[in-house]
Structure formats: structure tokens, C-alpha cells
């Protein structure tokens, strides 16, 4: 079956330009040229427009001004913060201590999960080879979301920061924050120490609250590229008080923590963006889950339910079209916009590239991961039984979905697992 128009299902990777945030970076790069740390009179214009946007950026987010650095995207921001704050201990350790060389007494602890975007993941993995902090990694449970309590539970006098992302990347179960935030406070009463609380909110951005008082968090990740908005520009949110080294070296750009010259025009594709999102993100979510809803509901309507576990965790649908399907993590707590199905003994990638030889792109797994070989890992946390024979995709659905392309999704999955099954079940 071919397809002429190009069906874009894969909104969590990454999401088209909007008009208007096209002609706001247009008119920047036309009129706002100049280096933002020149002191003439254009470069101080530039510098001043910055902290317009910077404004607009921390009114959304419910934060002040100064609580905005401006990165590359979210990875940096997510290794400001986790890098940041480990190598601020280290400084403090070694002034209190009188002797560079002296070793830590006892390295600072981080509390994670172990579905965390591969930009925290692989720095922990760092900073634990080279022997520089111990981390905990929380496993979530079989829904894809953790239990607040077992966070608690790895918390140590020694541990300085716990970093949970608000919202999965490729199961789009959703992370309580608040409880989470909630239980670090306690702990941090209780035992008289300052843990510091980040997330990834990379994901949620779109549709959830990201009122970071509301949250009770120190720090906040999150880029343009995923709410329409240009790619190669982030912000890391960090709380007034908040210590935290910088790990760019240079000039002194964004508060000294972020060198480089800021890329002005980014920045204000941002802030219109960011500003957009909120405008329509109660309507858009209405309008998503009922699309998810319809996706998910036309497939159990053909076939027989076989609930795995309790609660809709997951579900396993069979008949002779769709073959066996499971519906990765929780129903309820997920992201509107997020459909991941497993589908056992058929490779992903061969999903993806039959779907797209449809005009249909879905993703296999993280975008960034999409080179490895074998299951995501994230699905490989909630589904232990994962393995390279198991087939996991990500339909995710963005501003321009509509049903007629879920309707075509649908049946091209049909005709597609029709084929396969004689091969693979």
C-alpha cells in the first residue's frame, strides 16, 4: 500500500519548526547579530533582548530571571546539572580540607532510576568509573513508574542529589514529582541534609505543570526542539542558593556557569515556543488523548483482552491480524501524546522500516540509542524478558496528527503483521 502524504508519528524525537517562532528568530538573526558582550550600542541591545526573553522564559516556569541558563539543549543541561554539582562537593571539600590531593572521605552519593535519558544515565556511568561519585539506580516498577518510598530508601547521609526524570522518553509514564520532592524534604529535615532534587522534564514540557514552586524541585532540564522550537538550545532551571559549579570554561556568559556566546536568536525562538505551549497545552492535551485513546481502543476493539497484570499495567491483544500485542507501562499516568507496543519475536527495526516504506515514522526506540543493537534498555527495566527478538515501537503524536492518520497507521500495522507473522510467530 503506498502512501503520498508523509505521516509524522514521531513527535518525541523531535518536532517541526511553528511559523510564528520561525519569523521571531528571522527578524534576530536579521537585527540582533551582534555579540551580546560587546559593549556598543547594538551588542548592548542584544545583551538587554536576551534578558527580555530570559523574562518571558521564567514567568512561564513561575522561577526568576536569574534561575535561567541558557545551554545547548537538554543534555548539557542535564550534565550542568548532574557534573555541576558534583564537582561543586569536590571544590568545597578540598577548600575545607586545606589539601588538593587529599581524597574525598566519602564520595557523594546519586539517587537515579534506571530509565533515565541516556544524558544522565551515561554521565553517572562516568562519574562512577572514574571514581568521582557512587549512584544509586532505582528500578521502576513493571508500569514504568517509580515508587517514591523506594527513592526514599536509597537516600544516604552522603548523597547530594537525586535526578528523576518528570516524564519517560519512550514510554511516556509519568513520574511523581511531587511525592518524590515531598520525600527528599523529609529526609533532608530528618537528617539535617541538603539533597538537591533535579529533573528531566525534556518530555513534559508539552503537556504537563512545570510551575517549578508547584514542583518543588532545584533544577529543571528541557530544550526547544521538543515544543516546536528550534533545536540546539536548552535551559537547566536552577534555584536561587543552589551550589553548582560550572563545567565549560571560558567567558562568562549566563551567570559564569555557561561559556560561550549565547545564541540570541535561539533564545527567542524559544521564548515564543515555550509561550505557545502553555497558550494551547490544555486544549492540545484534551485534544492528544483523545487520539491515543481511539489508537489504543480500535485495537482491543478487534481483539480478546488478556490483562497481564492488575491496574491495566499492560495488555497483551491477540487474533489473527495484530498477532500479540503489549502496550508498555501505565495507561493512565503517561503522556498524551505516547503509544508504545511491544510486539514479541518481530524485530523493531524492521517495524520502523516497514512502517516508514508506508510514509509512516515511528521510532524504534530513544533516538539517541537507535544505533545499538538489541531491546531498549527502558523496556528491558519494565519487561525483563525483553531480548533482541523483541519488537518495541513509539508511535508519538504531535500538533499536526490527525485521525485519518491514526486510521492509516492502523491498518498499515495490520497488513504489515500479517505478512511478518509468517516469518517470525
Known amino acids: ?70 545551554t545547548s539543549g537538554a543534555t548539557e543541561s542535564n550534565n550542568l546539572a548532574i557534573n555541576g554539582i558534583v564537582k561543586k562537593y569536590a571544590e568545597d571539600f578540598f ?21 533515565e535519558h541516556a544524558s544522565v544515565l551515561e ?18 516498577e513493571e508500569n514504568g513508574i517509580v515508587d517514591p518510598k523506594n527513592i526514599k530508601k536509597a537516600l544516604r547521609p552522603e548523597t547530594i542529589l537525586v ?14 514529582i511531587r511525592e518524590i520532592a515531598k520525600e527528599i524534604r523529609h529526609y533532608n529535615k530528618l537528617h539535617n541534609t541538603k539533597i538537591l532534587f533535579h529533573i528531566d522534564a525534556t518530555q513534559a514540557i508539552n503537556y504537563l505543570d512545570i510551575n517549578v514552586e508547584k514542583l518543588g524541585i532545584d533544577m529543571m532540564s528541557f530544550n526547544a526542539g521538543k515544543i516546536y522550537g528550534p533545536k540546539g538550545i536548552g ?30 536568536a535561539s533564545i527567542a525562538g524559544f521564548a515564543e515556543a515555550l509561550k505557545i505551549t502553555e497558550k494551547i ?8 488523548k483523545k487520539l491515543q485513546d481511539y489508537f489504543i481502543r480500535e485495537i482491543i476493539s478487534k481483539t480478546d483482552n488478556i490483562f497481564r497484570s492488575s491496574g491495566e499495567v499492560s495488555q497483551t491483544i491477540k487474533n489473527s491480524q495484530f498477532c500479540e500485542i503489549i502496550i508498555n507501562g501505565d495507561r493512565e499516568n503517561r503522556l498524551p501524546n505516547n503509544i508504545n507496543v511491544t510486539i514479541p ?24 540509542k537507535s544505533g545499538e543493537e538489541g531491546e531498549s534498555y527502558v523496556i528491558r527495566a519494565i519487561k525483563p524478558e525483553a531480548n533482541q527478538e523483541t519488537g518495541s515501537i513509539r508511535f508519538s503524536l504531535g500538533r499536526m496528527t490527525k485521525k485519518e492518520d491514526i486510521d492509516f497507521t492502523l491498518k498499515s500495522l495490520k497488513e504489515i503483521l500479517t505478512k511478518l507473522k509468517k516469518w517470525y510467530t
Not at 497545552?281 to 492528544?288: G, Q, T
Open 1 to 70: 500500500m503506498k502512501k503520498s502524504k508523509k505521516i509524522y508519528l514521531d513527535y518525541a524525537s523531535a518536532t517541526p519548526l511553528e511559523k510564528s517562532v520561525f519569523s521571531v528568530m528571522s527578524k534576530a538573526l536579521r537585527g540582533e547579530f551582534a555579540n551580546p558582550s560587546a559593549i556598543h550600542d547594538l551588542g548592548v541591545h542584544c545583551k538587554n533582548m536576551i534578558e527580555v526573553y530570559r523574562k518571558t522564559i521564567a514567568q512561564v516556569l513561575n522561577a526568576h530571571s536569574d534561575e535561567i541558563v541558557f
Open 281 to 288: 497545552k490544555e486544549k492540545e492535551v484534551k485534544r492528544l
Open 95 to 115: 577548600r575545607s580540607s586545606g589539601k588538593v590531593t587529599r581524597p574525598l572521605k566519602n564520595l557523594p552519593h546519586i539517587v537515579t532510576t534506571n530509565i
Open 235 to 264: 535551559i537547566l532551571y536552577i534555584k536561587r542558593k543552589t551550589p553548582i559549579s560550572k563545567i565549560i570554561f571560558g567567558g562568562d556568559q549566563e551567570r559564569g556557569l555557561r561559556a560561550g556566546t549565547e545564541n540570541l
Open 123 to 140: 554521565v553517572c556511568k562516568y562519574l562512577e568509573k572514574n571514581k568521582l561519585a557512587e549512584v544509586a539506580y532505582v528500578p521502576v
Open 163 to 176: 535526578s528523576v526524570m518528570y516524564a519517560n522518553n519512550e514510554i511516556g509514564t509519568i513520574q511523581p
Open 345 to 368: 519475536k518481530i524485530p523493531s527495526d524492521l517495524l520502523v522500516i516497514e512502517l516508514s516504506a508506508r510514509g509512516i515514522m515511528v521510532s524504534a526506540k530513544s533516538a539517541c
